[in-house]
């Protein structure tokens, strides 16, 4: 009985959370700004390269700075 109101509680808990905001754009862009200086260069190559593949980099990098 005791762990059906257990699961009980735990399922109302879980419904009624909010999503994390890491699954949305926002989300994902923040948690990549915080990560992507910890990279080490070789990897922060790769990422360089597939962040360039996507077709909205150029408007990414628009009027942004250089270097």
Same mark, same amino acid.
């Given at each position: &009985?005791?762990? *059906?109101?257990? !699961?009980?509680? %735990? /399922?109302?808990?879980? =419904?009624? #959370?909010?999503?994390?905001?890491?699954?949305w754009?926002k989300?994902? &862009?923040e948690i *990549?700004a915080? !990560?992507?200086? %910890? /990279?080490?260069?070789? =990897?922060? #190559?790769?990422?360089?390269?597939?962040i360039?593949?996507?077709?909205?980099y150029?408007?990414?990098?628009?009027g942004?700075?250089?270097?």
């Amino acid at each position: &009985m005791r762990s *059906a109101i257990f !699961a009980g509680s %735990l /399922l109302s808990i879980l =419904v009624q #959370a909010p999503p994390a905001l890491a699954w949305w754009d926002k989300g994902h &862009m923040e948690i *990549a700004a915080a !990560a992507y200086p %910890l /990279l080490d260069p070789p =990897v922060r #190559a790769k990422v360089n390269a597939l962040i360039m593949m996507n077709p909205y980099y150029p408007s990414w990098i628009a009027g942004g700075d250089e270097g």
